[in-house]
């Protein structure tokens, strides 16, 4: 059975580092894509990056020049460096990675940005 494991999540000073992991288990694929969501109280989940199998990434406007997606093939994760952390930035963070032809959640990480 295939299972996403976030992690990294926490609460910090704006302006704080964070790195956000999710590691897949019990899939016989590597990571074809992942990338990585948000969704803050009261708002719809919201994609924040992604990276595909060739390495290219793209980013929401929001985030762009402070987060940075990346992968490490031989341990199945994903992970999202995020810099500059801002207030609006606190949300509750969901991987989502497609392994073979399956796209699969994690549990989602809470990370919160005091001002």
């Known amino acids: 059975q295939v299972r996403l494991v976030e992690s990294g999540g926490g609460l910090v000073q704006a302006g704080g580092s964070l790195r956000l992991s999710c590691a897949a288990s019990?899939?016989?694929?590597?990571?074809?894509?992942g990338g990585w969501y948000r969704q803050a109280p009261g708002k719809q989940r919201e994609s924040v990056a992604a990276?595909?199998?060739?390495?290219?990434?793209n980013y929401a406007d929001s985030v762009k020049g402070r987060f940075t997606i990346s992968r490490d093939n031989a341990k199945n994760t994903v992970y999202l460096q995020m810099n500059s952390l801002k207030p609006e930035d606190t949300a509750v963070y969901y991987c989502n990675l497609r392994l073979g032809l399956q796209a699969y959640w994690g549990q989602g990480t809470q990370v919160t940005v005091s001002s």
């Open positions: 019990g899939s016989i694929f590597s990571i074809n894509a």
């Open positions: 990276i595909i199998s060739g390495g290219s990434t």
